[in-house]
C-alpha cells in the first residue's frame, strides 16, 4: 500500500514557506514531481531530490542546477526545511524517515501541489480514469496559442511544450492534470473541473464504484457555489456522481445530441479523425487532428468546450487542435525494426484504454498488428481480469504477448500470473502467449515482423524500454 497523503491545505504549507526555503523532493522524477520541483525552483527556494534511476525528467532538472542524487542517504536532508514526497515511495526511505524523526515537515505530492495552485485566478482540473494527461496537453496548446500563457502541469509530458510536463506562464490560468488514486485530487483547489470518464479502477485503495462515484462528487464540490463543470454526457457514472452539484454544469459528448457541446460528422483518413463540433445546432468548427483514435475527439472536445467557455475564439481553438502534437506515449510513433514495421509506444493499462488504442491502431490499416502487454499491478489485474482478457482478444489483431506483471508498490499475493492472463485471452480465440524475457520478445518481433506490419507496446510499466530494442 502507498503512503498516505497529507491534507494540512494551502494556508498552513504557506506558513511554512514565508520566505526561500531548502525544500527536498523525494521521487522527484515522476512526472508531477517534476513540474512541482521546476516551479519550487523558479519560486526561488532551494531544491533537491532524490530518485532511483536518471531521467529526461531528471536530466531537465538538473540542468537547471537542481541537485539531485541517485542513491538513497539520510544526510540528504540534513539542512532540509520542507520534504515533499509523492506516496510511491516506501514508507522505510532514508531521507523520509529522517525528515519524520527529526519534525521536518513533510507533505505529500497532492497537498503540496494543492498549495501551488492556490495562488491562481482560474483553476481548471482535468479528472477521469482515462484522457487525463491528453487533455490536458490539448488545453496547453489551445491557451497557449490562443496567448493566454498558462501555467500547466501534466501526468505525462506534452510534446507541443518541449516535452516538458509543465508549462510556467502567468497567473490567470492554472491547468492541472487531477489524479484519482488515494483521493488525492481532494486535496486540490479547482475552480473548473472536467471529469472525462467514471469506471472502476485502483482496487487496491478503492473498494468499489460507488466509492469511486463519490470521491469525484467531492472533488466537483471543491469548485463551490461558483464553479463549473464539464461532464461527459456519455458517462453514465459521471452524471450520476453529479447529481446534486450546485455550481454550473456544462456537457460535452461524442454524437450525442443533448451534449451542450457535441463533437458530429466524425470521419477518419488513416485512423486520424476530422469531426464538426456543434453547440447546440450551432457549427463552431471543424477539427481535422494530427493524433488517432475516437477517443482523441472525446478528449478534443471536452478541451474545446472549457476553451469556448473561457471565452476563446473558435479559429483558435480549430488551429490548435489541428497542431496538437500529442502527449507522451500516447500512441507514440518510435520508429522501424531493421525489417521496416513500425513500432509505437502507449500508456494503456486499462480495459478501457487498451480497447480505444486497439482500435485506433488497426484503423491505421497495418497487415499485421502485433500486440505486446504488460500488465500493471497485481490487484488490476486480479480484479479486471475477464475486462483484459475481452479487451485483448480483439478482433483483428494478429498476436497478442502478455509480459511479467509490473509489481510497482504491490507484491505476489493474490495468485494472478500473465500466464494465467495469456491462457484467458486464448479462450477467447486469440493468438497469445506470456513470455517472462523482453530480450525474447525484442528477439521474436525482430525476426517475424516486416514492413506493413505494426507493433504495439502497451502498459504503464517499463514496458516502454522494449521500444528501444526494437527501433
Not at 86 to 104: K, Q, S
Not at 175 to 191: G, H, V
Not at 404 to 430: P, Q
Amino acid at each position: 500500500m502507498a503512503l498516505p497523503n497529507t491534507h494540512f491545505g494551502a494556508e498552513k504549507i504557506a506558513a511554512w514557506l514565508p520566505s526561500p526555503k531548502k525544500i527536498f523532493f523525494a521521487g522527484i522524477g515522476g512526472v508531477s514531481m517534476n513540474s512541482l520541483a521546476h516551479i519550487t525552483h523558479l519560486r526561488g527556494h532551494t531544491v533537491s531530490g532524490y530518485d532511483r534511476t536518471p531521467s529526461a525528467l531528471t536530466k531537465q532538472l538538473e540542468a537547471l542546477g537542481i541537485d539531485i542524487r541517485y542513491e538513497a542517504d539520510a544526510s540528504h536532508v540534513a539542512d532540509a526545511d520542507m520534504l515533499v514526497y509523492t506516496v510511491a515511495i516506501p514508507a522505510d526511505l532514508p531521507e523520509y524517515a529522517e525528515a519524520c524523526r527529526r519534525g521536518i515537515p513533510v507533505v505529500s505530492r497532492a497537498d503540496y501541489l494543492g498549495y501551488i495552485m492556490s495562488g491562481y485566478n482560474r483553476r481548471i482540473g482535468v479528472s477521469g480514469m482515462h484522457g487525463k494527461s491528453t487533455t490536458t496537453a490539448m488545453l496547453e496548446c489551445v491557451f497557449r496559442v490562443a496567448g493566454l500563457d498558462p501555467t500547466v502541469s501534466c501526468g505525462a509530458p506534452m510534446k507541443d511544450a518541449d516535452n516538458r510536463c509543465d508549462r510556467i506562464g502567468g497567473e490567470d490560468f492554472f491547468i492541472f492534470e487531477a489524479c484519482e488514486y488515494m483521493d488525492s485530487f481532494l486535496d486540490f483547489y479547482p475552480t473548473d473541473a472536467v471529469v472525462l470518464n467514471i469506471e472502476m479502477d485502483h482496487p487496491d485503495y478503492f473498494r468499489d464504484l460507488a466509492q469511486i462515484e463519490t470521491s469525484f462528487k467531492n472533488f466537483m464540490a471543491r469548485t463551490g457555489a461558483d464553479g463549473t463543470v464539464y461532464l461527459n454526457a456519455g458517462d453514465e457514472n459521471v452524471m450520476l456522481a453529479a447529481e446534486g452539484y450546485s455550481g454550473r454544469i456544462v456537457t460535452f459528448g461524442v454524437e450525442h445530441a443533448e451534449a451542450d457541446y457535441n463533437a458530429v460528422d466524425i470521419s477518419f483518413d488513416g485512423g486520424l479523425p476530422s469531426f464538426t463540433i456543434r453547440k447546440g445546432g450551432e457549427e463552431i468548427c471543424r477539427v481535422k487532428m494530427q493524433v488517432p483514435g475516437t477517443h482523441s475527439v472525446c478528449d478534443a472536445v471536452a478541451a474545446a468546450a472549457v476553451a469556448l467557455e473561457c471565452g476563446i475564439p473558435p479559429h483558435a481553438v480549430e488551429d490548435a487542435l489541428a497542431q496538437f502534437a500529442g502527449a507522451s506515449r500516447r500512441m507514440d510513433y518510435r520508429g522501424k525494426t531493421a525489417a521496416g514495421a513500425d513500432v509505437y509506444d502507449d500508456y494503456a493499462h486499462h480495459p478501457t484504454e487498451i480497447d480505444a488504442t486497439l482500435k485506433a491502431a488497426l484503423a491505421m490499416q497495418p497487415d499485421r498488428l502485433f500486440c505486446v502487454f504488460q500488465p500493471h499491478t497485481y490487484s488490476r489485474t486480479k480484479e479486471l481480469f475477464n475486462d483484459f482478457a475481452d479487451a485483448l482478444a480483439a478482433d483483428g489483431v494478429c498476436e497478442v504477448i502478455v509480459a511479467d506483471i509490473y509489481t510497482a508498490r504491490e507484491t505476489d499475493s493474490l495468485g494472478v500470473s500473465s500466464a494465467l492472463l495469456a491462457e484467458a485471452i486464448r479462450t477467447r480465440g486469440a493468438n497469445c502467449r506470456a513470455v517472462s524475457d523482453t530480450e525474447a520478445i525484442a528477439s521474436y518481433l525482430r525476426a517475424e515482423c516486416r514492413r506493413g506490419d505494426t507493433i504495439l507496446v502497451m502498459g504503464a510499466g517499463d514496458i516502454s524500454a522494449l521500444c528501444q530494442k526494437l527501433v
